[in-house]
């Protein structure tokens, strides 16, 4: 048995100042089970952590309508602690009553998956592990982890496109557009799903707003996928086309010059044809300010301090009275006040409290 000291080992890197951080969890499943007669099912995951008194649920993903092999956009943040065994619980349900999504007695169990963040970590760009029902397989999930870095930016966005291709055959296209970062290994996470709009070729999608961490961690340049899909309510969604661009290039704030891109479609070599434009309406970055920004932005504040004599709490010279003067206790009200005035009192300008 040879022991190795690290501590004598040369070390390329220095030693983590900390050995936890935050990070953000990214869900995918494969081969569901379909529990549907005449469509597909309609998958939803909710995740559980493992607490002292059992499981409790951090959150659930947005349900997916009609999909067997979904990507869900809802992400989860929380604190990776090297040093803890943190277990979660990754149950994925096929939803029957969409009104009362947290009920789960009126959805249909199609597996769960358990794991330590560790694994999730350790496995590196992402664990893809069986789903069991009643002991069977049921599919996969995959687990994708990226450690968040602190970014103050929320983006707001306005996109249309033009000149679409037409996919349905009665009708026009019902398009809907699908956001995705690529990750380090080359692979996309959606990050970003709008609503399809009903019969159009040139959709004017709502206005919406993502952190500049789950849109592209943080970075300017990394790559951005912009996908347009017909949807279509059997479940089976038409690739329109897509694209690909960086955060920099699009937000005139940062120099970008993109205002349009022709889309693509990978599936259709051989058209000439682009099958439309897709259109960045309007791209920005607005900072979004905490509290210490305020504070050390010249931000001041003034203590002033009130109490209010209201007769049935009794006259102050009475012992029974809520404001009495005890000789070496202070009453409830001059207890909350110093309690108040301790914690704000060192950000007062003038130190002049009334």
Known sequence: LQVIDINCMAQPF???????????????????????????????????????????KLGRTEVIDNNLNPKFSTTFRLEYRFEEIQNFQFAVYDVDDKHHVE??????????????????????EHLTKSLRL??????????????????????????????????DFFGKSDPYIEIAKAQEGGAFTVVYRSQHIMKTL??????????????????????????????????????IGMCATSLKDICPERGGLIFNLDLTNPTQKGKKKSPGVLVFTSVRATPVYSF??????????????AVDFTASNGHPSQPSSLHYSRPYQDNEYVQAIRS???????????QMIP
């Open 14 to 56: 220095p030693p983590p100042s900390d050995t936890s951080s935050k990070v953000e969890l990214s869900i995918s499943c494969s081969n569901l089970k379909n529990l549907d007669y005449f469509s597909k099912s309609d998958p939803v995951v909710f995740v559980y952590t493992r607490g002292q008194a059992g499981w409790v």
């Open 103 to 124: 009920d789960l007695s009126k959805q249909q169990l199609l597996g769960t998956m358990e794991c330590t963040l560790a694994e999730v970590m350790a496995a590196g």
């Open 134 to 167: 009643q002991g069977n397989p049921a599919g996969k999930i995959t687990i994708q982890a990226e450690e968040v870095q602190d970014s103050k930016f929320i983006v707001h966005f306005e996109l249309s496109a033009t000149k679409l291709e037409k996919k």
């Open 202 to 239: 040139s959709p004017r999608w709502p206005a919406f707003q993502l952190e500049i961490q789950k849109l592209c961690s943080g970075d300017w340049e990394r790559t951005l996928q912009f996908s347009v899909w017909d949807w279509n309510k059997s479940g089976n969604n038409e690739l």
């Open 292 to 305: 210490v920004d305020y504070i050390r932005g010249g931000c001041q504040i003034s203590l002033i301090t």
């Open 340 to 350: 108040v005035a301790s914690v704000l009192a060192p950000y007062d300008s003038d």
